[in-house]
């Protein structure tokens, strides 16, 4: 099930977040850094940001029958490129990957985001990542050369995906 998250989900949201950064991100990311994450912490964020998103800023959960697995966020294009939409975090629990609950949440972001406005998508994923550019390709998403930016640890290597016409993904 996918749905709009709100400020009563902020601890789920947490541990996904945490939970989901621990499982893909163990060699990428400095294990300290990893380790010091705290649920406490990310749910603060997640409430205050879902009690008073930005401007056209959204956020969906998915969930299975017993807990939250899943969840994507974004809003404007920090690139500020006119009509440019961005995902700025999608993340599913291991366990749960495979059965198209990333596809959906993508797609629900990206119809979210066409009925406000958005004509292009974009997002940026770890270089080495090599799971999650595999998936954002196979949604047609065309990738950009990697750069550098700055990240947990010290300096990350990012490659964006664009989207040029969202509606290749609203369906």
């Not at 749910?43 to 940001?49: N, P």
């Not at 029958?65 to 700025?88: D, F, Q």
């Amino acid at each position: 099930m996918i749905f709009p998250a709100g400020p009563d989900d902020a601890e789920d949201l947490a541990r996904v977040h945490i939970t989901s950064w621990r499982e893909t991100y163990q060699g990428l990311l400095p294990d300290s850094y990893l380790a010091r994450m705290s649920i406490p912490v990310y749910a603060r964020r997640f409430r205050a940001g879902l009690l008073q998103p930005g401007e056209r800023e959204a956020t969906l959960a998915a969930a299975d029958r017993t807990r939250l697995v899943g969840y994507a966020s974004g809003g404007p294009s920090r690139s500020r490129r006119l009509g440019e939409a961005e995902i700025m975090t999608l993340y599913v629990l291991k366990a749960a990957q495979g059965h198209g609950l990333g596809r959906e949440l993508m797609t629900g972001l990206a119809r979210v985001f066409a009925a406000n406005g958005a004509t292009s998508l974009m997002l940026s994923v770890l270089r080495d990542n090599i799971p999650a550019r595999q998936f954002y390709e196979h949604l047609g998403g065309l990738a950009e050369a990697p750069r550098r930016e700055p990240g947990p640890g010290g300096v990350t290597h990012e490659v964006s995906y664009r989207w040029p016409d969202i509606r290749s993904l609203t369906g």
